[in-house]
């Protein structure tokens, strides 16, 4: 079994900084694609980030910029910096990726919140 576990998150006020972090464990042969979504309180949940595993980034235009995906694949972890921070990008932030078991599955996190207000 695969778990992603995401920390990080919390309260910060307009124009902050936070980092979310995501680790894989489990019994697994590769991460590949990992990514991060986002889902505010009665809307879809949203892509934010995705990183490929040499590296390759793409980005949600309402974050590009200001956020940063970055990965360790040495510690199987994902990272999410995000700086200047609005109150928009309020909602529960979840880590997703692509792991090869005996085969490809995809995984979710259990969310992190995160809240920009003053």
């Known amino acids: 079994q695969v778990q992603l576990v995401e920390s990080g998150g919390g309260l910060v006020e307009p124009g902050g900084s936070l980092r979310l972090s995501c680790a894989a464990s489990?019994?697994?042969?590769?991460?590949?694609?990992m990514r991060w979504y986002r889902q505010g309180t009665g809307k879809q949940r949203d892509l934010v980030a995705q990183?490929?595993?040499?590296?390759?980034?793409n980005y949600a235009d309402s974050v590009k910029g200001r956020f940063t995906i970055s990965r360790d694949n040495a510690k199987n972890t994902v990272y999410l910096q995000m700086n200047s921070l609005k109150p928009e990008d309020t909602a529960v932030y979840y880590c997703n990726a692509d792991v090869r078991t005996r085969d490809f599955y995809n995984y979710w996190g259990q969310g992190t919140q995160v809240t920009v207000s003053s």
């Open positions: 990183i490929a595993r040499e590296g390759t980034t």
């Open positions: 489990g019994s697994f042969v590769g991460i590949y694609n």
